[in-house]
C-alpha cells in the first residue's frame, strides 16, 4: 500500500515536532508519471555569485540604475551585471537592518540612526543634513516621486522634496490615525503605502492634496500589529509579515489572511525572541516562495506560494537557519546575502550544496497506524529519481530511520541505494523493519546528489490485537 509519506511541513494541528518534518525539501505537483499527485524535490543550494571581500554580513539590497547595491557591514557597495563593484560610501553604523529606495535621480538609504543618498552617475554616497531630515529613520519607501521615512517611536511619517531625498520640510508629514500606535515600518505595495505599526496595520494612497499627498483607505485597518519589521517582503509572489501574534499572514485586497499552521505557530511561539524575524520572497522554477528567518532562534521558514505548503531550510548538519538573509533578482539570478559573510551567493537548483556546507534533507511523514493494532512492516519502498550518482559521490546513500514511540526515540539508521551514475533501475528498498502500532519513518539525506521522492509503498500485515 501506499502510504502518506509524501507532503509539506507541519499541516496538522499536533505539537509533535518530529512529525512532518520537511527539512530542504518542498512539496511539488507531478501529474505527469501517474505515479503520485506529489513529489518532494530537494531545495536549491548555494554558489558563490560574487565575493566582495568584506568579511561583514549583508543588510540589504537594491537593484537601481542599472545595477546591484548591496550593503555589507558599514559599507556600500555598487556592482555591475559584468560583477564589476565599487565602493560607493561609508554608513556610520556597521549592523542591524538597512532600507533602501531608488527614485529617478537619488537613491536614498537609512540605517536607523541617519539618512544617506548618492545622486544617479555620482561616486560618492551623502549623509542627510537636513535639520528637518527626521530622527532616527527606522524603515523607506519610495512612491509618486517621494521618499517616505518612518521614526523610532513615533506614529508619523515624513516625506522628502519630490525626487529629492536631501530635502525635507518638517510640516510634511502625517499620522497613523485609527490607533496611537507606533510605525515600525513603512512599505510601498502595488502603489500604496503600508504603514506597519504595533497594534495595527493602515493603508495610505496618493490623493494628490497639496498640503500632504497621502491619505489613508477609509476602512482599510487591520487590527493586528507587525511582530518583525524586517519579516515584511513583497514582490510578484504578494506581500507577507509575521504579525504581532506570532502567525504568517499575506494580503487579499485590503485584508490579510493567516496562511501558518497551527503547529507552525505553536512552534514560533516558543521562540524566546521573535521580533529578529527577517523575510524576503523569490520566485524559482514555477514556485515562487516567503523564506522567513528567525536568526536568534537559527530557524528558517518557507512558505510556498504556489502550492500552499511549508517547510523548512537549513544551512549545514547542526539543523540550524538557512544561510542567507536578503534576496535580490539581477543578471537573470536569484541573489541572496549571507548572514555572516560578505559573500553574495546564488540560489542554484543545480548545486547540492551551500557552497560546501552539507544540505541535509529530512522527511519525518505522518504517522503509520491501523486503529491502535499492530502491524507488521515486511518491506517499505522508497521511490526516487535514481540514477543521480555524480562525480563527487558514485554510489549516493539514503538513510531510513523509524520511531515507535512518537519521536523521543529513534531506530539506527539502515541505508539504501539511490542508484549510481546512469543506473536509472536503482531501488531503495528496505526490509524486515519490526512491527508498531504508531510509527513515524524518517528519511535523510546528505551526499550532494539530486533529490527526488515520488512516493512510498509499504508492504505490511496488521494483526488481531
Known amino acids: 500500500m501506499e502510504i502518506p509519506f509524501i507532503g509539506g511541513a507541519y499541516q496538522g494541528r499536533s505539537t509533535n515536532l518530529n512529525a512532518q518534518v520537511c527539512q530542504n525539501f518542498y512539496p511539488v505537483i507531478d501529474n505527469q508519471d501517474g505515479k503520485s499527485i506529489l513529489a518532494l524535490m530537494g531545495t536549491p543550494g548555494l554558489t558563490v555569485w560574487k565575493d566582495f571581500g568584506d568579511a561583514d554580513a549583508s543588510r540589504g539590497s537594491i537593484l537601481w540604475d542599472d545595477c546591484l547595491f548591496w550593503v555589507i557591514g558599514n559599507t556600500l557597495y555598487k556592482c555591475t551585471a559584468a560583477k564589476v563593484v565599487t ?3 561609508t554608513l556610520g553604523t556597521s549592523a542591524g537592518r538597512v532600507y533602501m ?16 543618498y548618492q545622486v544617479s552617475g555620482a561616486a560618492a554616497l551623502t549623509t542627510i543634513t537636513d535639520v528637518d531630515f527626521p530622527a532616527s529613520p527606522t524603515s ?3 512612491l509618486d516621486g517621494f521618499f517616505v521615512v518612518s521614526e523610532a517611536d513615533s506614529d508619523s511619517i515624513y516625506k522628502s522634496a519630490s525626487e529629492d531625498a536631501s530635502s525635507w520640510d518638517g510640516l510634511d508629514f502625517a499620522s497613523a490615525e485609527d490607533q496611537p500606535d507606533d510605525v515600525e515600518l513603512v512599505h510601498e505595495y502595488k502603489r500604496h503605502l503600508m504603514l506597519y505599526g504595533t497594534d495595527t496595520i493602515e493603508v495610505f494612497y496618493n490623493t494628490g492634496d497639496a498640503s500632504f499627498p497621502f491619505t489613508r483607505v477609509a476602512g482599510a485597518v487591520i487590527p493586528v500589529g507587525v511582530g ?4 515584511v517582503a513583497s514582490g510578484p509572489e504578494g506581500m507577507f509579515f509575521l504579525d504581532s501574534l506570532h502567525q504568517v499572514r499575506t494580503w487579499q485586497g485590503y485584508e490579510t489572511q493567516v496562511i501558518s499552521t497551527p503547529q507552525i505557530d505553536y512552534q514560533i511561539g516558543t521562540y524566546a525572541t521573535k521580533s529578529d524575524a527577517i523575510g524576503y520572497t523569490y520566485t524559482q522554477e514555477g514556485h515562487s516562495f516567503y523564506v522567513l528567518t528567525f536568526p536568534t532562534a537559527s530557524r528558517t521558514w518557507v512558505y510556498d506560494v504556489t502550492t500552499g505548503f511549508w517547510h523548512t531550510r537549513s544551512s549545514g548538519l547542526s539543523g540550524g537557519r538557512h544561510l542567507s ?4 533578482w539581477f543578471a537573470g539570478k536569484n541573489l541572496v546575502g549571507g548572514h555572516s559573510d560578505g559573500i553574495v551567493y546564488e540560489l542554484d537548483p543545480a548545486a547540492y550544496t551551500d ?3 552539507t544540505l541535509k534533507s529530512i522527511r519525518a511523514a505522518q504517522v503509520v497506524q491501523a486503529g491502535r493494532k499492530q502491524v507488521f512492516h515486511n518491506r517499505l519502498e522508497l521511490d526516487f529519481e535514481t540514477g543521480v550518482g555524480n562525480a563527487d559521490v558514485a554510489d549516493p546513500q539514503a538513510m531510513l530511520d523509524w520511531s515507535d514511540d512518537g519521536g523521543h526515540t529513534w531506530s539506527n539508521e539502515h541505508w539504501s541505494g539511490m542508484g549510481a551514475i546512469g543506473d536509472y533501475t536503482a531501488r531503495a528498498i528496505w526490509r524486515r523493519l519490526g512491527r508498531s502500532r504508531n510509527r513515524i519513518y524518517r528519511l535523510s539525506i546528505t551526499d550532494p546528489v539530486k533529490r527526488v521522492l515520488m512516493g512510498a509503498h509499504l508492504d505490511a500485515d496488521q494483526s488481531n490485537s
Not at 538573509?325 to 535580490?328: I, L, R, T
Open 87 to 89: 565602493n560607493v560610501g
Open 228 to 231: 518583525a519589521a524586517a519579516s
Open 325 to 328: 538573509d536578503w534576496h535580490q
Open 140 to 142: 523607506l519607501a519610495y
Open 101 to 116: 529606495a531608488g527614485g529617478t535621480a537619488h537613491l536614498m538609504v537609512v540605517d536607523g540612526t541617519d539618512g544617506y
Open 355 to 357: 557552497n560546501g556546507a
